[in-house]
C-alpha cells in the first residue's frame, strides 16, 4: 500500500506527468463510455422494427468516443500548467474539432430522418420535391448553430456580427421580396395541395391548363393548345383555383 501511495504522491507532484496519466485515462474512459453506450441502445434499438434507428446509432459513435476523449485531453493541457494562451489556443482547437465532429453527423442523421419521414407519411409538404429544400435548411441551420458554438469556445463575442447579419438579411429580404413571396407560397401550396400535378385547373385572372410541374417559385401548365405557361407561386396562391 505504501508503494502505491508513493506513486500516488509522484504523479501528483509532478504536472507533466499527471497530464500523461489524465491522456491515457481519457482513453481508456472514452473507449469504455462508447461499449457501454453501445450496449444499452443496441437492446433497445433491436426492439424496433425501422432500420433508421440502427443507423443513427452507428453514426454516434464517433462524436461520443472524441468528446470524451477530448474532454479528458482539454483536463490534461489544464493539469499541465502550461502558458495561459497556449493553453487557450490547444483546449480550443479541441473544442473546435468536437463540434465539427458533431456537426457532420448531426447532419448526416437529419438527412436520413427527413427521407424515412418523407417514405412514412403521405403529408404533401414532405415529398420528392422539396425533401432537398428541408434538407438544405437543416443543413444551413446546423451550420449556423456551430459556427455560434466555435466563436464561443474561441471567445468572440458575436453581438456585433448579429447585429450587421440582422442588418443584412432585412436589406437581402427588401432586395428579393418577390422571389422570397413566392418561395413562401410554393410551401403553401404544397402544404395545402389545392391541386396536384396532372390536374386541370382554372385561376380566376384567367389563366388555365393542365398542371405540369410544380416548383417552389414557380408553376409550370401545358394548356390544351400545346402551350407551356409559367405563372409565379405568389399569384397562384393568391387566385382563387377550380379544379
Known amino acids: ?13 509532478n504536472p507533466a506527468l499527471k497530464s500523461v496519466v489524465l491522456v491515457i485515462a ?26 433508421l434507428d440502427d443507423k443513427i446509432l452507428q453514426l454516434l459513435h ?9 474532454i479528458g485531453f482539454s483536463v490534461a493541457v489544464k493539469t499541465a500548467t502550461l502558458p495561459a494562451y497556449i493553453d487557450f489556443v490547444i483546449v480550443g482547437i479541441f473544442k473546435t474539432i468536437t463540434i465539427i465532429i458533431w456537426l ?11 427521407e424515412w419521414a418523407s417514405r412514412q407519411t403521405a403529408s404533401t409538404l414532405l415529398q420528392k420535391n422539396t ?6 435548411l437543416g ?37 428579393a421580396k418577390d422571389t422570397v413571396a413566392n418561395f413562401f407560397a410554393g410551401i403553401f401550396l404544397m402544404a395545402d ?3 396536384k400535378e396532372g390536374d386541370y385547373i382554372l385561376l380566376d385572372t384567367g389563366e388555365r391548363g393542365y398542371v405540369k ?13 400545346d402551350i407551356e405557361i409559367t405563372i409565379p407561386n405568389s399569384v397562384i396562391a393568391a387566385s382563387k383555383i377550380v379544379n
Do not use: C, H
Not at 27 to 41: E, G, N, P, Y
Not at 62 to 69: N, V
Not at 104 to 114: A, E, N, R, Y
Open 1 to 13: 500500500m505504501s508503494l502505491l501511495n508513493e506513486y500516488y504522491i509522484v504523479i501528483i507532484s
Open 26 to 51: 481519457s482513453i481508456i474512459a472514452a473507449k469504455l463510455v462508447d461499449i457501454i453506450f453501445t450496449f444499452i441502445f443496441k437492446r433497445l434499438v433491436d426492439k424496433t422494427k425501422t432500420s
Open 62 to 70: 464517433k462524436p461520443i468516443f472524441y468528446s470524451i476523449l477530448f
Open 104 to 114: 457532420f453527423v448531426s447532419s448526416k442523421i437529419l438527412v436520413m430522418s427527413m
Open 131 to 136: 425533401l432537398p429544400l428541408f434538407n438544405n
Open 139 to 175: 443543413k444551413i441551420a446546423i451550420g449556423l448553430f456551430g459556427v455560434y458554438l466555435v466563436f464561443l469556445s474561441w471567445d468572440i463575442n458575436i453581438n456585433g456580427i448579429l447585429a450587421s447579419a440582422g442588418v443584412l438579411g432585412v436589406v437581402l429580404g427588401l432586395a
Open 193 to 195: 395541395s389545392p391541386f
Open 213 to 225: 410541374q410544380m416548383g417552389l417559385r414557380s408553376t409550370r401548365f401545358m394548356t390544351r393548345d
